[in-house]
């Protein structure tokens, strides 16, 4: 949700803000900016749509705009006016002198606003960025001092806020801060860069540090140095990133999401090596630090989390509850935060989030903390805010997803649960070790059976073009894999933009059977187990309603060739470990319906991968 780059050294600065643009583009945006000193004064080139839509306009004066080595660059995605180029970033006081960028939310904009008006300053934007800029040259006409000015501005900003700005009387310095909104900080040689995130700067340097709230840098091409918000001097703290630049290549899929779903079976790989080393051996989560005897006591879980990692964490809950017999409450972040939550030291609050950076999982894990629980986070990104604010911290290691649908990081998540259920399970005694030893087998198999739906995906796409005309679905499943409906839905709709809504199979009856005719496929998650026959029963209520049927199944059962219209076979699973394997069809299925609709699989219309504005 809107990227920030800065960049001051000595190459033209366009070349790498918009390459680092390029590299943050799977955030989601809908228009785009940069800021850059050419010969002593500020230039601004902005576009509304798609960032080749800057590049187009850069390249027509390229000559120009690339002899500066200082920029600011942005992209942005619409919070406060409607996306076009007058609300596009950067924004600048009236004199044109400083130019700024901003990720976040300003709350008090409509008072700033009021009183810089009053004084004087013309609005040319409907956002609430712009009164940063305006702000900040005011500060700085008294101060005469870039890095004094944005501190004492950002004590008058209420919100969230990553920000970097430039001004055209101190040519070699940029000065970023923030609140609420990550921000890293690149160092190079001669030059160094600013960013809210990694990829933006991977391919120059791996050395970074992530700025806290309300500290403020100023970076020229030679120094860094970080404040805080009482002009005290941070020592910088520089980290070696993780991060390998082909992270960031499509690897020759077509999209990010193909190679991401390609990636599931060494993601799974991945999260288990260390933890699960051998079947007979006790799961080892050295990243859990909640005393074993507080561990055993515990009366309830909460976790809290938004969109796809909810749906993890509906596995989780249900993993949890089978194997540990702790009640678990999964509730949407943005639901938590705004009610009385019952929570206290006895209870373990789980935070599930890909980015680690969603405001609202943010919020939730805060208010929690504040009530005495230990904060467990379960995240793809140890170096984001939640991470930072964990008491326990399981980090999925599924590497960066670039596509704005999750797919490689649910799966990572998923696994994460079983890992945390059995280790659990183990320290409470509270299921059998046949019952453990029988999940920790399937688990270590688990990658080959992916890779068998992956050497046939051609029955998956022969599925989605039969399937591809239909302007709704609906999926339906029950217990365990509840959450894969649910996730295959989202899957779906996020990307093709198709009416999809996923339902416990059981509900049916009670409404959506309504809206069944033959325009309305149904998708059956009908994997063997407690509630296989159940689904069967459901499926055929649907059918004599002649809707259209798909089912997943890992069931050879030959009588399912009659009742349903389309069958994705899957490898057999123990049932307690289907939702790792029926959900990989169901990324297929809505990746090909997408494809096939010819929708901007990676980059879908609205949606940010970061989420950072509640
Ligand atoms: C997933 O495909 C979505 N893009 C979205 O629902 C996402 O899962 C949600 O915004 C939560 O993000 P997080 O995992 O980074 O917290």
Redesign the pocket.
């Known amino acids: 949700m809107c990227g920030i780059v800065g960049y001051i050294g000595n190459k033209p600065a366009v070349d790498i803000l918009l390459e680092g643009l390029t590299n943050l583009e799977y955030r989601g945006y809908d228009s785009a900016g940069v800021a850059v000193n050419v010969e002593g004064k500020v230039e601004l080139y902005k576009a509304e749509g798609k960032l080749q839509n800057l590049k187009n306009i850069v390249q027509e004066k390229y000559e120009h705009i690339s002899k500066s080595v200082i920029g600011i660059g942005h992209i942005r995605w619409a919070t406060h006016g409607v996306p076009s180029v007058t609300n596009a970033h950067p924004h600048t006081c009236n004199c044109g002198k400083v130019a700024i960028v901003h990720n976040g939310i300003i709350e008090n904009y409509k008072e700033l606003r009021a009183k810089l008006e009053a004084n004087g300053c013309t609005f040319r934007s409907q956002t609430d960025t712009e009164t940063i800029a305006h702000l900040v040259a005011s500060k700085y006409a008294q101060t005469k001092d870039l890095t004094e000015a944005v501190r004492i501005a950002t004590k008058e900003i209420e919100g969230a806020y990553a920000i970097a700005v430039i001004h055209q009387d101190v040519k070699n310095t940029i000065v970023a801060t923030r609140r609420n909104a990550p921000l890293v900080i690149g160092f190079g040689e001669g030059e160094n860069f600013v960013a809210s995130d990694v990829p933006a700067l991977i391919q120059y340097t791996k050395k970074a540090m992530y700025l806290d709230d309300n500290q403020i840098v100023t970076l020229t091409p030679d120094s860094v140095k970080v404040i805080d918000e009482n002009n005290n001097s941070i020592p910088l703290k520089i980290e070696n990133l993780p991060w390998e630049p082909v992270a960031l290549s499509k690897m020759g899929y077509k999209h990010f999401m193909l190679k991401e779903i390609h990636e599931q079976p060494d993601i799974v790989r991945n999260v288990l090596t260390g933890k699960l080393k051998n079947i007979d051996e006790n799961i080892s989560l050295s990243e859990v630090t909640l005393d074993k005897d507080k561990l055993k006591d515990l009366k309830r879980i909460q976790i809290v989390?938004?969109?796809?990692?909810?749906h993890a964490a509906l596995v989780g809950k249900y993993i949890i509850e089978e194997l540990c017999g702790i009640p678990v409450d999964v509730e949407a972040s943005s639901e938590y935060i705004y009610r009385t939550t019952i929570t206290d030291e006895n209870t373990l609050v789980i935070g599930?989030?890909?980015?680690?950076?969603?405001a609202d999982?943010i919020t939730a894990i805060r208010q929690a903390k504040k009530k005495g629980s230990h904060i467990l986070i379960v995240t793809n990104r140890p170096d984001s805010t939640m991470a930072r604010e964990a008491d326990s911290l399981v980090p999925v290691n599924a590497g960066i997803e670039v596509s704005?649908?999750?797919t490689k990081?649910y799966m990572a998540q998923v696994i994460s649960f079983y890992l945390l259920a059995i280790y659990m399970a183990e320290i409470k005694n509270s299921a059998s070790k046949e019952e453990l030893i029988k999940i920790k087998h399937e688990l270590i198999v688990l990658p080959q059976k992916i890779e068998q739906i992956l050497n046939h995906k051609s029955d998956i796409q022969k599925c989605a073009k039969a399937f591809s005309g239909h302007k709704d679905f609906i999926f339906i499943a029950r217990g365990i894999n509840y959450a894969t409906a649910l996730e295959g839905a989202?899957?779906l709709k996020?990307i093709s933009y198709i009416n999809a809504t996923g339902y416990s199979a059981g509900e049916l009856k009670h409404g959506p059977i309504a809206m069944l005719d033959e325009s309305m496929p149904v998708l059956s998650i009908l994997m063997k187990g407690k509630v296989y026959e159940k689904i069967l029963s459901n499926a055929e209520e649907a059918k004599a309603r002649n809707a259209k049927l798909i089912a997943v199944t890992n069931s050879d059962d030959i009588k399912l060739d009659e009742l349903f219209d389309s069958i994705i076979r899957v490898p057999d699973i123990e049932e307690i470990l289907s939702p790792a394997l029926a959900i990989v069809p169901l990324q297929l299925l809505a990746y090909y319906i997408a494809e096939f609709l010819g929708k901007d699989v990676d980059q879908p219309r609205n949606?940010a991968?970061?989420?950072t504005v509640e």
Not at 305 to 310: E, Q, V
Not at 352 to 358: D, F, I, L, N, P
């Open positions: 989390a938004c969109g796809t990692s909810l599930v989030s890909q980015s680690g950076e969603t999982t704005v649908a999750a990081s989202l899957k996020e949606l991968k970061s989420v």
